[in-house]
Structures are given as structure tokens and as C-alpha cells.
Nanobody, 127 residues
């Protein structure tokens, strides 16, 4: 069964940190672009950060640049999103997705449909 499973969400205080994980089963990330997306209540889903397994290129939304870092552990077939200096506006359900042979720009801009989506993990930033 091909699936993505997110973990690591939870409650954090403003200024705090969380690390999200996206683990793939049933397929390898090789040649895939993997992205983190988020959707807050009443808002559209938006691209947060994306990474291309083929060339290591990355992309970040302006709102998270300098605070979030995306990385990949090929041995574990897992992609991480380290989130630092969290703000209340980061509160959302975070999803990971994978698409074969695409650029991080097209991935994060949701230009194409995704091959795989996870079910999401909730991140709440509140004091």
C-alpha cells in the first residue's frame, strides 16, 4: 500500500519549535519532489516548503523563510520540516505530498495534482 504518514504535530508556544516527519511506505522518494502544505480554517491550502529528491533543490514560502527547514533522510525514506520561531499564524493542518518528476516550484505552487497525500497533522501555536 502506497502511503505517506505525517507525525510530529501538536501544541507549541509562540517562539517555540516543532519537527514534522513525513514517512513514505510502499514507494521510495527517489525521483520525487516532496512538499509540505498547510491549510488553516477558512483558508486555501498553501505550499510551505518543498524538496526535490533528485537534485536536493528546496523552496520555501516567504512566510516561513529563515524559520523553517526542510530535509530528507534517504535511508529512512522520510522528509522532515523543522519549524522554529513559531507564530500563531502558523496554526494549521500540515500535509505532506509527493509527486514524481516535478520541480519544487511547480510542487509548492500546486501546479499539478499530487501522486500521494498524507492525512495531515495538526499544528497549533498558542500561549
Amino acid at each position: 500500500q502506497l502511503q505517506l504518514v505525517e507525525s510530529g504535530g501538536g501544541l507549541a508556544q509562540p517562539g517555540g519549535s516543532l519537527r514534522l516527519s513525513c514517512a513514505a511506505s510502499g514507494f521510495r522518494f527517489d525521483y520525487y519532489a516532496i512538499g509540505w502544505f498547510r491549510q488553516a480554517p477558512g483558508k486555501e491550502r498553501e505550499g510551505v516548503s518543498c524538496i526535490n529528491s533528485s537534485d536536493g533543490s528546496t523552496m520555501y514560502a516567504d512566510s516561513v523563510k529563515g524559520r523553517f527547514t526542510i530535509s530528507e533522510d534517504n535511508a529512512k525514506n522520510t522528509v522532515y520540516l523543522q519549524m522554529n520561531s513559531l507564530k500563531p499564524e502558523d496554526t494549521a493542518v500540515y500535509y505532506c505530498a509527493a509527486r514524481l518528476r516535478t520541480t519544487v516550484q511547480d510542487m509548492c505552487n500546486l501546479k499539478w495534482g499530487m501522486d500521494h497525500w498524507g492525512k495531515g497533522t495538526l499544528v497549533t501555536v498558542s500561549s
